[in-house]
């Protein structure tokens, strides 16, 4: 079509809300992560890149710049975060799109970019101050900082990241989170205070109250390992020499002091079944070790004692020769003159109660003993509370007596509380609680209502459906033998990879969230159905070929369209008996006069061809040679045999249909339907006698070639049609 | 619905070949296959190439009627129409056709589908099946919702008559046999004993030429 460069904000996001409900449909990724990121946009963008990494370059910053304002820690979640992968309705087709390593890639082209990218405006509204750098404080401040806030960033150590400081440089290299975390200092012009610690008669709240901040943001995360007990009694022999909390390893291993080869020809023990009891047995090995772990939990991780750690944590350890016991506590450490021996270990028959609570069971007269010269603890952290206390946060019973929704101190105003501190969970759920804040902090300081039009349900729309799934690609580990370092061994995707790997994706949420087409300039606007009542005659064919289910049969006679569901494949306009259907920007009227004019200024031979628009991306400028002209269509799906009949009235002398093929079809069906469509109408022609005049190919953009080819062809046939005509 | 197939392209074109002028009228009453004002403008634009191949120039005029066996329908549809009309293609069944051809007795009325019987659609599978002949005598109640008389080759009435093979007709294996699925379903239902009954032979005095509504 004749395309219009968009306004900017036509390409932006919408809310799509169910009347009725009031729900925000999603697609599921997009609700299961915790702040809210375009998944499906990113994806669609991603899968349409140029091949050619010099043209993908610019468009790949211009998504990274549009992520970033959401998510400025965006290069940090690529190497660690993959939460939307939980709820990935590919999942159980043939695995979830790796979204993680999509956004990974995104980073790895963004990261250098990033030391040029320009600052925020400075800010000149009030001072607002977050007590603990890591990644909910650093969320918070970039997103006041936006609005307009100064912003102060109080950190008791040496350097910004908070708990993403004790994730192993093989899994995230210290450079990412260095050029991250500097530059989003730089960028959002955020102070930051080092050393500082609250509490203890250092700095309180008043404080920072009389040093003009006016509100603050707490965010000091979990700090203190929790220590080993059995049945609610510390476990006896934790001061052993050998004895050592696992997370305060992987500080230390990040902070360079320790010596590579620490634990050579040691026989290390991890006690702990979550991914950071595997960080601790990983690195373990990685300085020498001989590592086993043991755990509470068993081995099936579908059951309610099923180990928690990530498959590909247990599964990378296991090629890392590191061995696990499952369904095994810790009764009692027993040492050897002052030294760390061994552990006694009672098999574990459950580990949480019919309540779900943390409560585990053993089996006294089962006892295995384990040997070793370390012993790791990793089984969990704990906050410290004592400035809270301090502070009076605490409610009677010890708890953080806050709002849940708008995160504020029910015992002080303007006093917000969030991140792990809160509740233990993923850099993602902690980055979510600094957005939850900073939208406080925002309401709080210019007196808005804090609560109203902020608890917001989400629905997922119906799965869209696929007649073939494809695989899902292998993530590509460094062999064993050159792993055993800290250097990341997982390989990230190229850009061809990146580009399969997001054509995967189904799409599954409405097109007014996500908006890629409109972004990519495909379209100047999702396209609405338009029904005429009076000339629909309820025969149903747009309800039974939709392929989104965004048609209802309505009784006793019509049909409904849900546009929150509808892609604008126009499908069901090509398939309707009564024409009573239009698709906007993509009119009867529109098309047939591009027909017209196109017709009209092509040389002879006349080739028109009806391309589906996600066949070729960017856009050729619709010109192949004199005699060719192009028309894009929304999907193959619209292809009419109205528009084909009618471009042969108008002189042109041959059609050829390109679609994608059909397992790269977005709509599921589109390209099948187009290629019976074709089949159909090549079949009425050659009883009139126009054979060979209409063409229908499938084209990939794995293969730019392919349509050149195919158009090559093509016009051969045609032009010996023509020279057979003119010679009757 | 009443089930039919377009004719091919040459044959219409035959039959109008005389006439310059045509409406083609469409039919909206059953709507699979679709035979509305989509199929009739795809019809002209078909025979207006095909024309030209033959040194033809037609001058087509596309219309639809809600349903073409309804007279009065049909004439208040395609009266507003008809100006200058040398001869009307229809794109109904049999009664369609011959529904205008009484209202319009001066003008040629020309069949552009062959109709082939009653039917029902399957989407799915994209076929149309036989499932009424229009007997006259429905007897579906006691054969479990399944018509002998349509489905069974030789349109037997009273069970099967032995040559069915793994549930297939002898005459075509790829039909099923009427009489097996009947007794399937009655069996389900646990009405088998409706096939004790004996059905005398069909009355064919009974397929009605004429009724009053």
């Not at chain 1, 772990?293 to 059951?303: D, W």
């Not at chain 1, 850099?427 to 406080?440: L, P």
């Not at chain 1, 259907?581 to 009867?588: D, H, S, V």
């Not at chain 2, 033809?56 to 809600?66: A, E, L, S």
Request: hydrophobic share 35%; net charge negative; with cysteine.
């Amino acid at each position: 079509m004749n395309k219009m460069a968009p306004p900017k904000d036509r390409a932006q996001v919408e809310e799509v809300i169910d009347e009725a409900s009031g729900k925000v449909y999603l697609p599921p990724c997009q609700i299961a992560c915790p702040i809210g990121m375009d998944i499906q946009r990113t994806h669609g963008m991603i899968a349409l890149l140029p091949l050619d990494a010099q043209e993908a370059y610019d468009q790949i910053i211009r998504m990274g710049d549009e992520i970033y304002q959401k998510n400025p820690l965006f290069p940090i979640c690529g190497y660690i975060c993959g939460l939307c992968e939980a709820e990935c309705n590919y999942k159980d087709q043939t695995g979830t799109i790796r979204r993680r390593m999509l956004l990974r890639f995104l980073s790895d082209y963004y990261l250098p970019y990033l030391e040029t990218k320009p600052a925020l405006a400075s800010p000149t509204k009030e001072k607002v101050a977050m007590v603990g750098g890591g990644p909910a404080g650093l969320m918070c401040a970039y997103i006041l900082s936006k609005k307009g806030y100064r912003v102060t960033i109080i950190e008791r150590s040496s350097e910004l990241g908070g708990a993403l400081r004790y994730i192993p440089q093989y899994r995230l290299p210290t450079n990412i989170i260095d050029t991250t975390l500097n530059n989003l200092v730089r960028i959002a012009h955020i102070d930051v205070k080092y050393g500082i610690k609250m509490g203890d008669g250092e700095k309180t709240l008043d404080d920072l109250k009389n040093d003009g901040y006016r509100a603050v943001f707490i965010a000091t995360g979990t700090l203190i390992p929790r220590p080993l007990t059995i049945e609610r009694e510390p476990v006896v022999g934790v001061e052993l020499d050998g004895v050592v909390f696992g997370l305060n390893l992987l500080f230390d291993v990040n902070q360079g002091k320790v010596s590579p080869q620490l634990f050579q020809g040691r026989r290390v023990i991890v006690v702990g079944g979550g991914n950071v009891a595997f960080d601790v047995a990983r690195t373990a090995r990685r300085l020498g070790g001989d590592v086993s772990i043991v755990c509470l939990e068993c081995e099936e991780k579908a059951s309610k004692d099923g180990i928690p750690a990530d498959v590909e944590e247990i599964e990378g350890g296991s090629e890392e020769g590191i061995g696990i016991t499952y369904s095994r506590g810790v009764e009692e450490i027993i040492g050897e003159g002052g030294k760390f021996k061994k552990i006694k270990c009672p098999q574990c028959t459950s580990v949480f109660d019919e309540n779900g609570l943390f409560n585990p069971k053993f089996n006294y007269s089962d006892v295995v003993y384990l040997e070793g010269d370390v012993l790791l603890v990793t089984i969990g952290q704990a906050p410290e509370r004592t400035f809270y206390q301090q502070e009076g946060l605490l409610d009677e019973r010890g708890r953080l007596n806050i709002d849940q929704l708008t995160l504020m101190s029910n015992r002080k105003e303007g006093v917000f509380i969030g991140g792990d501190v809160r509740r233990v969970g993923f850099a993602a759920e902690a980055m979510r609680d600094g957005m939850i804040a900073a939208e406080s902090i925002d309401r709080y300081l210019k007196g808005k209502n804090l609560k109203s039009g902020r608890e917001k349900g989400h629905e997922s729309a119906p799965i869209p459906s696929r007649e073939n799934y494809k695989p899902q690609p292998e993530l590509v580990w460094a062999p064993v033998e050159e792993r055993l370092n800290f250097e990341p061994f997982e390989k990230g995707f190229s850009l061809e990879q990146a580009v399969e790997e997001a054509k995967r994706c189904l799409y599954c949420g409405p097109c007014r969230s996500c908006k890629a087409c409109v972004a990519l300039e495909l379209q100047p606007e999702i396209p609405e159905i338009e029904l005429d009542k009076d000339l629909c005659i309820s025969c149903g064919n747009c309800a039974f070929y939709c392929p989104y289910q965004a048609v209802k049969l309505d009784s006793p006679g019509g049909v409904s369209f849900d546009l929150a569901y509808c892609k604008g494949c126009g499908l069901c306009v090509a398939k309707c008996p009564a024409m009573a259907l239009e698709l906007e920007n993509w009119e009867r009227e529109r098309i047939s006069d591009l027909i017209s004019q196109l017709s009209s200024e092509v040389q002879s031979p006349k080739i028109l061809v009806f391309r589906c628009q996600w066949t070729v991306c960017p856009p050729r400028d619709g010109e192949f040679a004199p005699n060719i002209r192009t028309i894009d269509l929304p999907c193959a799906a619209r292809v009419d045999n109205l528009h084909i009949l009618e471009a042969f009235q108008k002189g042109v002398d041959g059609v050829l249909v390109a679609a994608c093929p059909e397992e790269d079809c977005h709509r599921g069906s589109g390209s099948r339907e187009a290629q019976r469509l074709v089949a159909k109408l090549k079949e009425r022609l050659d009883q009139i006698g126009f054979e060979d005049r209409l063409h229908f190919c499938s084209v990939s953009r794995r293969d730019p070639e392919q349509l050149d080819k195919e158009l090559r062809q093509f016009r051969q046939r045609i032009e010996a049609v023509v020279s057979q005509r003119e010679g009757k | 619905m009443i089930v039919t197939a377009p004719k091919p392209l040459d044959e219409i074109l035959d039959s109008i070949c005389p006439y310059r002028k045509v409406l083609i009228a469409g039919c909206d009453g059953c709507t699979q296959p679709p035979r509305g004002i989509r199929e009739a403008k795809t019809l002209s634009q078909l025979l207006e190439l095909g024309g030209k191949l033959r040194g033809k120039d037609f001058q087509f005029k596309v219309t639809t009627v809600v349903k073409q066996c309804d007279s009065f329908l049909t004439a208040s549809a395609l009266k507003p129409q008809m100006d200058g009309a040398e001869a009307v293609l229809s794109l109904a069944c049999g009664a369609g056709v011959q529904t205008i051809a009484e209202l319009f007795p001066d003008l040629p009325v020309l069949p552009a589908q062959n109709t082939h019987f009653i039917g029902v659609e399957d989407r799915e599978g994209g076929i149309l099946e036989e499932r009424c002949t229009a007997c006259g005598d429905c007897l579906l109640a006691r054969t479990g919702g399944i018509c002998p008389v349509t489905r069974c080759a030789k349109g037997l009435l009273n069970g099967a008559c032995g040559g069915a093979r793994n549930g297939k007709c002898e005459m075509d294996p790829a039909r099923d046999c009427a009489w097996e699925l009947i007794f399937q379903r009655l069996e389900k239902q646990g009405k088998l004993d409706l096939l004790k009954e004996f059905r005398p032979p069909r009355n064919y005095q009974l397929m009605a030429w004429r009724l009053t509504p």
